[in-house]
């Protein structure tokens, strides 16, 4: 056998599922006919930093609107077949995802549905690979979401990592909404998760969302997802195009940052599902939303057919059920 430059199979496939279990903690509607159009090119830039929690809330909703101001053509023509926009950026220490939107929801309806740490269980675990999630309270009434994720959605849960997010409401006013899940540490070399939602009224009926997540990951990880990511992986494409291929076709993103960009979509999916099923009784109407929206975009996102999927989320359920 030939020698190769890349890392052995075996520690490659280790390092690369650790970060692609990392970032599916993290942490989004195309043409009706099932094949995604190619989105448009996004900017290669540095994405909107959330505002700081003790910022007051009129300020972070004054710059919140500004950002839409600033992406409102983009906005306006996106080919993600709604006001979607979705940034990456490789950061000194690791990844970051951004995913801007205008959604056919009132800001009260949005806070209502989405400020309660159960409120976010069920929508982290409409994730395929998101398996379990657990909410305690703590001290201070501080309360920890832990979630428990699997590297792929075929493996049992005895495999998952768990991942413990301190919860916290960084504002709630009627003209801003600010909710932010950090973990200090992860699986296998990657830390400092920050996960963020911010939500500003733009008219009675309609809002503008900011989910961004962001975390670290050592050396050894990195280069390890850079070769799994070049050699097993090399199929996997993000959203941004970067040109075009010899036949003409749009050139996705690769590498960390197409990485990156699908776990941002697929967690813009979980928001976008949930607010438009929150009840109590509606779990499989939400999960039935967030497999047609990843379905959408087959070339970035397919993984399993529906029913697959829908039996591994009533497993799931009956499971917990049992559990408590």
Not at 74 to 83: A, Y
Not at 169 to 193: D, I, K, M, R
């Amino acid at each position: 056998m030939s020698s190769s430059p890349h890392p052995s199979v075996s520690w490659t496939r280790i390092l690369a599922g650790a970060l692609l279990l990392a970032a599916s903690v993290q942490g989004l509607a195309a043409p009706a006919d099932g094949a995604a159009a190619p989105p448009a090119p996004a900017p290669i830039s540095t994405p909107t930093p959330v505002p700081a929690a003790s910022a007051p809330s009129t300020s972070a909703a004054q710059a919140l609107r500004a950002t839409h101001q600033r992406l409102s053509a983009r906005l306006d023509h996106s080919s993600f077949g709604r006001p979607v926009q979705l940034d990456s950026m490789e950061t000194p220490d690791g990844l970051q995802g951004d995913v801007y939107a205008v959604v056919e929801h009132p800001l009260s309806e949005i806070s209502a549905t989405l400020k309660g740490s159960a409120h976010w269980c069920d929508v982290l675990t409409l994730h395929i690979n998101n398996r379990r999630c657990v909410v305690a309270g703590g001290a201070q009434g501080r309360e920890t979401l832990t979630l428990y994720v699997v590297r792929r959605y075929d493996k049992p849960l005895d495999d998952a990592f768990e991942l413990p997010f301190a919860y916290r409401v960084a504002s709630a006013t009627p003209e801003h909404l600010s909710v932010e899940l950090t973990a200090e540490s992860g699986p296998l070399g990657t830390s400092n998760y920050r996960v963020t939602l911010e939500a500003v009224a733009l008219d009675e009926r309609k809002s503008f969302l900011h989910f961004s997540y962001s975390y670290d990951h050592n050396a050894m990880v990195r280069l390890g997802t850079m070769a799994y990511l070049a050699t097993f992986g090399s199929d996997k494409v993000g959203f941004t195009v970067m040109g075009k291929t010899p036949e003409g076709q749009p050139d996705y993103i690769r590498g960390l940052r197409g990485l990156v960009e699908r776990n941002a979509m697929r967690y813009f999916l979980t928001l976008d599902a949930y607010l438009a099923a929150p009840g109590a009784d509606q779990a499989e109407r939400r999960q039935r939303r967030w497999f047609a929206g990843a379905e959408q975009y087959p070339r970035q996102l397919h993984e399993v057919d529906l029913d697959t999927y829908l039996a591994l989320k009533r497993e799931d359920k009956q499971r917990n059920s049992a559990t408590r």
